[in-house]
Every structure is written in structure tokens, then in C-alpha cells.
């Protein structure tokens, strides 16, 4: 089965037509969504749809641009207990939007505590870097994660992924992978370990060529698993097998 580990699903952009897209998702060979709650609102959605269907596990937790919220801290502790929540995030750093160094300091600290978070109640995590390669990678060598997690929508270098690999990490690739001039996720695509790799839609953002500009949706994350496969000379179903095998040695037991 195709698995969407990264989709927003469970957020209003969808309120409208939800259940065709979970139809279109099933219809389209996928067996498991990942709901992302980014807030403790969001985290009570994603869990709640998640109770309507085997099709979704859940990940849950605060996102760096909510370092500036007030936040129910020990709500969203006690909902990442619950087990259909398989991942803590979509959690880490964004340097892009906010070049602030003192919110900067202040993201790295949230990140360090719900890294603890996820070590206590022994589960991976999903990683949100922006603009934050090195001093993300620097965090998780000083806070080691004992379950390891996967790097969302990953758009950084060969290198920087290896070097990720080796703490533990998935590298898991979106829409951004199918577009012409995408040289350096085409590069990951194609170089770094199968049983590393992971795919995802981040819908509804970045819908991958030929739905590129239109809202994303899980379904389409069998364009992305298409050009991969091309990418890395296999055939579809062998990178489908792969990818299966990798989402759950990564969240078995979580």
C-alpha cells in the first residue's frame, strides 16, 4: 500500500469535501495517512477524524511558528499518549519567516523539550526545517532521539541527508520532487538508501506536476512515488514495498 506520512488533512481547508478525498485516497492505493495537529486544536481534530477510520495514524505536536502562542503545554503532552499518535510533530525549527534571534533561541527550546517529550513516551518525530539545517542537525547531535523520526519535506542537500541518516532519520520527500528545475531533491530522490526514504504530500501545499498550483491531496502522492521510481530506475510496486517496510519500522511500537 502507498502511505502519505505528512498530510494536513484534518484542517479546514478540507471541511468542504473531506470524504471524496479520503475516497480518492483509498481509491487510490493508499492504506495509511499521517493527520498532523499543530496546535492542541489541531492535535483534537487530527485525533478525532483519526477515530473514524483505520486509514490514519496521527502525529501531533507544536509547530515552531507557535513559539509565540500561549500554549496548553501539558494538553498536548497527555493527547501525544494517545496510541494513534505515532509521531511527535511536526516539531523542530523555521528560521525563513521569523529572523528574530531571540525566537530563534526560544524555537530551539521548544523543540528541546518536545524532543524529551517524545523520548518519554518513546516515539520518533517528525522534523519541520527551514532555513535551520545545521543547527537543527547540531540539536539532535547534542539531544539525541531515541526513537529517531523522519525529516519532513525534506529539501536539503545529499549530504546534509546522509549525515541525518546517521542519527536515525527518514528522509521523506513531497511534490517539490516531480518539478522540472527540482535538481537537489532529485538528487536525494535518487542517492541516498532506499530504506531510508519516505514520501509525503504536506497537503494541502505543494501538489506535485501535473497538479502542481491547485490544492494538494493524499492521492497524489502516488505522482511523487512515480518519478522516484523513475529517478532510481525500479519499478513502482518494488518502491511502494520499500516505502511500506520503512513507515513501519519507523513507527512499530510507538
Not at 492542541?40 to 496521527?58: C, I, Q, Y
Request: net charge negative; glycine share 6%.
Amino acid at each position: 500500500m502507498w502511505i502519505d506520512t505528512h498530510a494536513h488533512l484534518a484542517d479546514d481547508a478540507f471541511d468542504e469535501d473531506r470524504s471524496e478525498i479520503i475516497q480518492r485516497a483509498k481509491e487510490a492505493g493508499l492504506g495509511r495517512i499521517v493527520l498532523i495537529g499543530c496546535d492542541v486544536e489541531g492535535a483534537k481534530r487530527a485525533l478525532a477524524l483519526a477515530s473514524t477510520d483505520e486509514l490514519f495514524d496521527v502525529a501531533i505536536g507544536f509547530h515552531p511558528e507557535a513559539v509565540l502562542e500561549d500554549r496548553d503545554e501539558s494538553s498536548m503532552f497527555e493527547l501525544m499518549k494517545d496510541p494513534k499518535v505515532k509521531l511527535v510533530g511536526e516539531i523542530g525549527l523555521d528560521f525563513y519567516w521569523d529572523k528574530d534571534p531571540e525566537h530563534h533561541k526560544l524555537q530551539e527550546t521548544l523543540f528541546i523539550k518536545q524532543i524529551e517529550w517524545a523520548n518519554q513516551l518513546n516515539k520518533p518525530i517528525s522534523i519541520h526545517m527551514r532555513d535551520a539545517s545545521k543547527r537543527t542537525y547540531d540539536l539532535l547531535k547534542t539531544h539525541p532521539v531515541k526513537r529517531g523520526g523522519v525529516m519532513h519535506c525534506y529539501s536539503g542537500s545529499v549530504e546534509m541527508a546522509r549525515e541525518y541518516i546517521k542519527l536515525g532519520f527518514y528522509i521523506s520527500l513531497a511534490g517539490p520532487v516531480t518539478f522540472k528545475n527540482a535538481h537537489i531533491p532529485k538528487d536525494v530522490a535518487k542517492d541516498i538508501p532506499i530504506e531510508w526514504l519516505l514520501i509525503e504530500t504536506d497537503s494541502p501545499y505543494l501538489a506535485p506536476h501535473p497538479f502542481r498550483g491547485k490544492r494538494n491531496e493524499s492521492a497524489y502522492v502516488v505522482e511523487t512515488a512515480k518519478v522516484i521510481a523513475e529517478l532510481r530506475g525500479i519499478a513502482l510496486n518494488e518502491l511502494e514495498f520499500a516505502l511500506e517496510a520503512n513507515y513501519r519500522r519507523l513507527v512499530e511500537n510507538a
